[in-house]
């Protein structure tokens, strides 16, 4: 019989139990603890707080995570902070108890330009243990970034590289409708965009990712953050946005050489969005265009992300790496499921 891998989910918010919804499923892996903070959730059966039907797991949530950490753990699935100076403390603790890390955390995805001592910390700590750590998901991680690369395998040469990505945030969870300002004035959002409350986090480390993996030396990502006013009332499962109110963000980033754009990463993300899709297009020896029609579902595509990803981050070389780096690969089910 194949040894399991024994796997801790840290972080049990909705990307958090999407995760450990999924990671039940797969017949490799076995869920032996969780941790999260939420009075409301510790001490409690992880599948009763995750809403799985064949709860309970027998998988208690604990505040502190010692002691999910000292039950023979091979990985961290870490989902609590988009921030990595928010999680540094969360990781290494993780890292000191000899565990493999694959997180959420949006600023892991490609942290060496925006955080390079933090990096430099992550990578010394997962190599003095002899394990290895991972930021993904699904943009960053896939979408704009690991799925440009892939594409450009076929390319004899790239003079520029562009993804485009539409999202009906309606049909996304409260708290990623409320982190894009929907519902809010114009001026409300503007303020919040100012105090660094608004905003989708990602789209400079996809930049410096895709710039990188095709040799482009960028000397300078920029990034706006603009309103979407809704042009409708709309009304979501959670809340309500009217005409002339905030329907969500519409971000673009810029990566230049010399003035010249090289790669742009253009992100409209609001509720009612029409013809959602997904589009890479690149410039080069052949010019090459993707499209996937209606997009890559945010929510369910970041958990499949991250569990796929095990296998590889555990069979990685010890230190801080990236989803451009690695291979993944469907991780299969269990039979019956």
């Not at 024994?6 to 017949?27: C, T």
């Not at 091979?74 to 000899?98: N, P």
């Not at 989708?200 to 000397?219: C, K, N, Q, R, Y």
Request: charged content about 20%.
């Amino acid at each position: 019989m194949t040894k399991k891998i024994r796997a801790v989910q840290f972080g049990v918010g909705p990307i958090g139990a999407s995760i450990a919804r999924l990671m039940r499923q797969k017949e490799m892996i076995e869920i032996v603890g969780a941790i999260d903070k939420d009075p409301s959730k510790v001490g409690r059966d992880l599948g009763e707080v995750v809403g799985a039907p064949d709860a309970p797991w027998g998988v208690l949530i604990s505040a502190e995570s010692q002691p999910a950490l000292e039950k023979s753990v091979d990985i961290v699935i870490h989902s609590t902070s988009s921030y990595l100076t928010s999680v540094m403390d969360q990781l290494k603790e993780c890292l000191a108890a000899g565990c493999c890390i694959v997180s959420t955390c949006e600023e892991l995805a490609y942290p060496w330009r925006k955080h390079p001592e933090l990096s430099k910390q992550l990578d010394a700590a997962a190599k003095e243990e002899g394990v290895s750590l991972l930021g993904t998901g699904v943009n960053p991680g896939f979408v704009m970034d690991k799925l440009v690369l892939t594409l450009s395998a076929v390319s004899q040469g790239v003079d520029w590289a562009s993804a485009v990505r539409i999202v009906d945030a309606s049909k996304r969870r409260l708290p990623l409708q409320k982190k894009i300002g929907a519902g809010m004035t114009p001026e409300e959002f503007r303020a919040q965009v100012a105090a660094g409350v608004i905003k989708h986090h990602g789209l400079p480390e996809s930049i410096a990712m895709v710039a990188h993996g095709l040799g482009f030396t960028v000397d300078d990502i920029s990034e706006t953050i603009d309103p979407v006013i809704a042009e409708e009332d709309v009304r979501t499962g959670f809340l309500q946005v009217a005409r002339g109110q905030v329907a969500g963000v519409h971000q673009v980033a810029r990566g230049t050489i010399a003035g010249k754009e090289k790669i742009s990463m253009e992100l409209k993300m609001y509720v009612g969005a029409k013809s959602p899709s997904d589009k890479i297009e690149l410039k080069g020896e052949p010019n090459i265009s993707l499209v996937i029609p209606g997009g890559t579902h945010g929510d369910v595509a970041t958990a499949a992300v991250v569990v796929n990803a095990i296998p590889a981050i555990l069979a990685a070389p010890a230190g801080l790496r990236s989803g451009r780096d690695l291979p993944f690969s469907f991780l299969p089910p269990t039979a019956n499921t």
